[in-house]
């Protein structure tokens, strides 16, 4: 098993590791890919920029690498990190606010609201 | 805010709603899209066979639909799924039972280890 970048780009999926929430998806190059694992950070490489960046270089909102895993062909990232701050430029905290209505409707979540899983009535109770 | 098939394919992180997995990460263009919404089931496109596919229609472990949420630039999905069996064609719950170690090694992670998360712990408290 090795991590294939002959297809090019590998998409990155980024995991809260406290929350299990998905927070963004960002693409890596090899380089990229290398710089996250020797920083213990994450750096993408920007499809728009054509270029590398460090996530939270300007926001300060940097990711803290806690567990990689890779998929079972080798061309898909998953990665659970300690976020510095929200994933979102908007400054949410996952890039993923609007949900699909059952009307076909898209709609921006509430931040409070956004992702509310069991889980979360679980630790909710747990804390009480 | 719109899903933005411009770029081309787009990429859909697939979790699990009961467990907060990732379980995989397929594409899906904008029929394979419009099918997921229609049948309540997922729908992919194949990158290397080029044609849509439904997942669990070979292998009977479809995904139910529970869930559909858009990234901040439209150009990603993350669908929350009850999935009726492994997501894997290997076998696997997840795609993603591979582990990069701090050696650099990447290792396969047996099924009950995966992704074991705080959750899941508290998930067995809770249980017992």
Chains 1, 2 share one sequence.
């Not at 693409?27 to 939270?56: C, D, H, P």
């Not at 430029?89 to 609201?113: A, M, P, V």
Request: a negative charge; glycine letters at 6%.
């Amino acid at each position: 098993m090795n991590l294939d970048f002959s297809k090019g780009l590998i998409p990155a999926v980024i995991v809260d590791d406290h929350t299990n929430d998905v927070l963004m998806v960002a693409y890596m190059n090899e380089v990229a890919y290398r710089k996250t694992i020797e920083t213990g950070q994450t750096w993408f490489y920007s499809r728009s920029r054509q270029k590398l960046w460090n996530k939270g270089a300007s926001s300060g909102n940097y990711q803290t690498v806690k567990n990689i895993y890779i998929d079972c062909d080798g061309d898909t990232l998953l990665i659970r990190v300690d976020p510095q701050g929200p994933a979102c430029h908007t400054g949410n905290k996952t890039c993923f606010f609007h949900q699909l209505t059952r009307d076909g409707d898209i709609i921006q979540l509430e931040e409070s609201t956004a992702h509310t899983s069991v889980f979360d009535n679980v630790m909710a109770e747990v804390e009480e």
